[in-house]
């Protein structure tokens, strides 16, 4: 059993910056593979905003390219997203997860509304 435990979530402003933050304990958190980000809206599939895995460089969505960045503390098991230049369509519930071996993992998900 993996747990996650998200922080982070809020209202900002657009062009505001935000970060979110994802740790993951219990007994089997050894050999993660990958951790990262997605979101979700009402009405629309959840989607890949930005993950790393194991010996590969960070993926991003095209819509987040160059003002997300996404780092991974594999001595805390804890994944970070920076968020910057923030839009009203990131508003999104979002969710961390992780992929151990062919295991995936969820978190309950945090609210970021970006308004004005």
């Known amino acids: 059993q993996v747990e996650l435990v998200e922080s982070g979530g809020g209202l900002v402003q657009p062009g505001g910056s935000l970060a979110l933050s994802c740790t993951a304990s219990?007994?089997?958190?050894?050999?993660?593979?990958?951790m990262g980000w997605y979101r979700q809206v009402p009405g629309k599939e959840r989607e890949l905003v930005a993950s790393?895995?194991?010996?590969?460089?960070?993926s991003y969505a095209d819509s987040v390219k160059g003002r997300f960045t996404i780092s991974r503390d594999n001595y805390k098991n804890t994944v970070v997203l920076q968020m910057s230049d923030l839009k009203p369509e990131d508003t999104a519930v979002y969710y961390c997860?992780?992929?151990?071996?062919?295991?995936?993992?969820w978190g309950q998900g945090t609210q970021v509304t970006v308004s004005s």
């Open positions: 997860h992780i992929q151990r071996l062919r295991q995936h993992y």
């Open positions: 790393v895995s194991t010996g590969s460089v960070p």
């Open positions: 219990g007994g089997s958190v050894f050999s993660i593979y990958s």
